[in-house]
């Protein structure tokens, strides 16, 4: 979705607005009245500033978002709304969040997806599998929703064989134990196939999870993130919930790890960019491996007109020489390139990288620090 909506061709002005939608904060659609009507004299003063035809684009934007909060929003579970919309060209693309975002509008000529990336970062699908010797269930965790799948695989018959010889019960019932394995397994299996996941929870009795695991594939095994003991009978909600736990867990691990990584390097100066001019170089010398970027961090700059590099505050590109557009969130448009060259993305809290300029890549190569002389088209 994020990428439909990167891949927009760039426009004279693009509407993006983000929207905080916590339902605790604001119980009421019409607690969001006063802050939509903010972030539209935002809007308006920002078309206004950029003059031409711009003001007249996004008055028809902000008609659109008035007219989709008023006829089609559902609160619901949903916590966070992004607008993108050049409604002038048909385009128009309303997103509910499982996550708040915070209150954001932004006119440019490209839509502003990093809030949206981060969101969608920060709400990957999670399968809970649980399993005991006679019982496994499945559940599917995505976007705040609990879906528990059909397992058929319901235990093996386990009355006793009256015709079975005495000696061989104990094989029986151990055969029985691995054919329950092994079906659980099968299930988990075809499921991820059909709909595959990064995040796998297993739960249940500590030996039957060892049993469950010894029949999945490796590489189901390495998306394992979290195993618990909640007993089989534990409602949906709690599974869901002790799994999103331990989810959190890893996840906030993973990150500390590469922000420690991160800082390592900076401090080597080997291996990544620091600040924003490093990575917007980075990114335009298709040098970057990863962005790293706090979330909420906002900077000007520009896009130039012939090349498309992105810069950091105003002047010409130091490129080629040619005009750069102005952006409001040169950071946005730094998430969007990102998102349409398939680099990976890491959304760390704000605060985490105050002292590094809050943004940064991981460059794989050595001597990546970009030169403002290379041939980059
Ligand atoms: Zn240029």
Known sequence: MARAVADWPHGLATTTLYLDAEGSQYPRRSDLDPRVGHLFRLARQRAEELGGDVPAQVARDLTRIAGWLGEDFERGAVRGLAFFSRAGEGLFEPVT?????YDQVVVEPEPDVAQLCAVLAACRPVVVAAVDGRHGRLLRLDAGDVEELD??????PRQVDTDLELGSFDRHEEELGR?????VAQVLVHELERRPVTHLVLDGPPEAVVELEQFLPPLIRSQVVGRMALPMRSGSTELAAAASEAVGGTERARRASLLHDFRERAHTRT???VGLEATLDALAEKQAGMLVV???FEAAGGRCTRCGRLVPGGGPCPNCGAATGT?????GSAVADAVRHDL???FVVAGDLEDLGRIGAFVPR???TASWRSDHA
């Open 271 to 273: 291996g990544v960019a």
């Open 366 to 368: 050595r001597g990546a």
């Open 294 to 296: 706090e979330r909420g």
């Open 97 to 101: 969040l499982p996550l708040p975002v």
């Open 344 to 346: 990976p993305l890491e």
């Open 179 to 183: 054919e329950h394995y092994r079906a």
């Open 151 to 156: 397992l058929e695989e319901d235990g093996p």
């Open 327 to 331: 952006l409001d969130n040169v950071v």
